[in-house]
């Protein structure tokens, strides 16, 4: 019995410059499904099929989405058809929000599989009472793990949510060149 949370599965394939979050396919069953079982695949034929599927869904070497949709099924058949690992899936969650306190939040974003830990949330979040210069307090389940590395990623939930504030471009106003410079 092995337990992978989905945040530990995706950290390492989550984008985080430029505000980006990642490629466009993060988010789907397939992907989680590749990255769960593409590694304990032994039948060669289906381990050849399920690596053309990925390699055609990631670079969009598809007719439309009906093309796609059946590279998806035909992916997550070949990973699964050995049986090697059998998945059971389960959320677990707890995040805590109320409007009802007058010094709180009044705007709020949270993501489907991330929840308030998303780099959307440090964007949005709009604070009741006093929305410029109030104070925004943030807690995250356990204690920072990870070393922060600008470089290399911010890989634990409390650097990931560090990452999302200080990599935010829209956090840094962009300075304007002297009249004459070039710009980039």
Same mark, same amino acid.
């Given at each position: 019995m092995e337990e992978v949370s989905l945040d530990d599965l995706l950290a390492a394939h989550?984008?985080?410059l430029n505000g980006s979050l990642g490629p466009g396919w993060v988010k789907q069953g397939w992907y989680h499904a590749w990255l769960l079982h593409a590694q304990s695949l032994t039948d060669s034929g289906a381990k050849q099929t399920a690596a053309e599927s990925y390699r055609? #869904? *990631?670079t969009g070497a598809y007719d439309g989405p *009906?093309?796609?949709?059946? #590279?998806e099924r035909r992916l997550v058949r070949a990973l699964v058809a050995g049986c090697e690992r059998v998945e059971a899936g389960y959320v677990l969650r707890r995040e805590v929000f109320s409007a009802e306190f007058s010094q709180g939040i009044e705007n709020i974003v949270s993501d489907s599989q991330t929840g308030f830990n998303t780099p959307a949330f440090i964007r949005t979040v709009k604070l009741k009472d006093f929305p410029w210069n109030g104070w925004l307090r943030l807690g995250i389940a356990g204690r920072p793990a990870a070393a922060w590395n600008p470089v290399g990623g911010f890989s634990d939930p409390a650097g990931r949510l560090l990452w999302a504030a200080l990599g935010d471009p829209a956090a840094f106003p962009r300075r304007t060149p002297p009249t004459g410079c070039p710009t980039a």
């Open positions: 989550r984008g985080g055609r #869904l *990631t *009906t093309e796609s949709v059946a #590279l």
